[in-house]
Every structure is written in structure tokens, then in C-alpha cells.
């Protein structure tokens, strides 16, 4: 359900949008998606005010996932495939540099350093978490940008670079804020750094629990009590 507070200020949102104020619009827009993360047209009109064809993708997404027959939202990310068709196979050994300068699509992990694919939550190098939601108002946040949510909400707590994540520590904070699945998550990951092994089952029960998915629960109970 919507406030007053909320309509309003996505009206706000949308008319600087409109207007190609693009920085007064995304700010509307990230107090409507602070106030609610589950506001449609908010995620919609920010994926036309965002730099990069990734954040694009991430909005529409959001969208989707609110509401799947969003027509707006699927014409959007059928543009953004067409645009990201793979490239015919490369048969001549290309430099990695080369690659990065001719893809939108590979960065830098703030981790290891390798270039890897934006599009997967986990660097496929070495494994480390990429890209997080924001345990306050769920957005998408992309550690090689920041380690700060636009709703205020800081990581950095958790984050060291370029040693890796605290998993244990983030999966807590997303457990205090009801959101389990990125806590199940994070313990799971914790769990296989090797570390209070029994505590984590128990918690990784919880989290499955809370998110229904019972025969990943039960398995973690039973560990935790053998
Ligand atoms: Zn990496
Ligand atoms: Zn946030």
C-alpha cells in the first residue's frame, strides 16, 4: 500500500524525469524505493534515468519481479538482450584488455583484480560476492561501485578489499532486517570458509525455514544437532 508521502514524492520523481533532471529524479525515486521496495512504476522510471544498460537491467528486473506481465518492463529487457547478443566465436587469441575495452559487460573485481562478467552476482574468478542487495531497501547494490546503498545504508562494515566479505556478519545484518534469502545467502558461503560450522548450520535452518524451502532447513537442523 502506498502513502501519501510515497505518491507523492514518485509524482516528483516522474515529472523531473520527464523533464531530464535526471539527478533530482533519481533522487525522488530512491526515497519512493526507500519508503517501499516493491513500488512498480518507481523501479520503472529509474531504469530510464540510470547510467548503464546493467543498472537498466537491474531496474526492469525489479519490476518483473514485482509484477511478471509488466509490458513496459519486458519490451525493455528484450531491447537490452537484442543490444547484448554474444559475439560470434573468436578464433584468434584476443587480449584480455581488448575484450574488457570492447564489452560493457566485463569489469574489474574489486577483489582479485581479474576481469569478470557484470551480469553474474559472484566474481567467476575467485568467487567473491559482486553484486549485493541492500538489507534496508533491498536495491541492488554493485561492489565495484560502491559499498553504499542511495537509501544511506552502508556495507563497508562487512566489505574488505581486497581481502573478501565478512559472510557470517552480513548474513546477521540481512537477518535482522527479515530478509533471508541473501542471509541464507551469505551463511551459506560462511559455512564454506569453515568457520563456527555448528552456529551456521542453525542459522541457515532458520533462514530456509522463513523462506520455505523446509528439505534445505531440516538438513541444516539435522548437521547442526549431529
Ligand atoms: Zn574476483
Ligand atoms: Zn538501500
Known sequence: MSSVHETHLLAEGITAAKAGQRAAA??????????NARNELAWLWMSAI????EQRRDCLVRVLLINPSNEAAQRGIAALEVQNK??????????????????????????CQSN???SKLDCQVCGENIILT????????????????????????YIFFPDGIDH????????????WEPAARQWDRALKDGSHVVMLHRKLAQAYDKIGRNQEAEFHRQVAQS
Open 26 to 35: 533519481r533522487d525522488f525515486l530512491t526515497q519512493v524505493i526507500a519508503l
Open 50 to 53: 540510470v547510467d548503464t544498460p
Open 86 to 111: 554474444p559475439a560470434p566465436p573468436i578464433h584468434e587469441p584476443t587480449p584480455i584488455v581488448a575484450i574488457a575495452a570492447a564489452s560493457s559487460n566485463l569489469i574489474q573485481c574489486p577483489f
Open 116 to 118: 569478470t562478467d557484470s
Open 134 to 157: 541492500c538489507p534496508s531497501c533491498d536495491s541492488t547494490i554493485n561492489l565495484w561501485e560502491t559499498t553504499r546503498c542511495p537509501c544511506g545504508e552502508g556495507l563497508r562494515h
Open 168 to 179: 557470517e556478519g552480513l548474513g546477521q545484518r540481512y537477518a535482522l532486517m527479515e530478509r
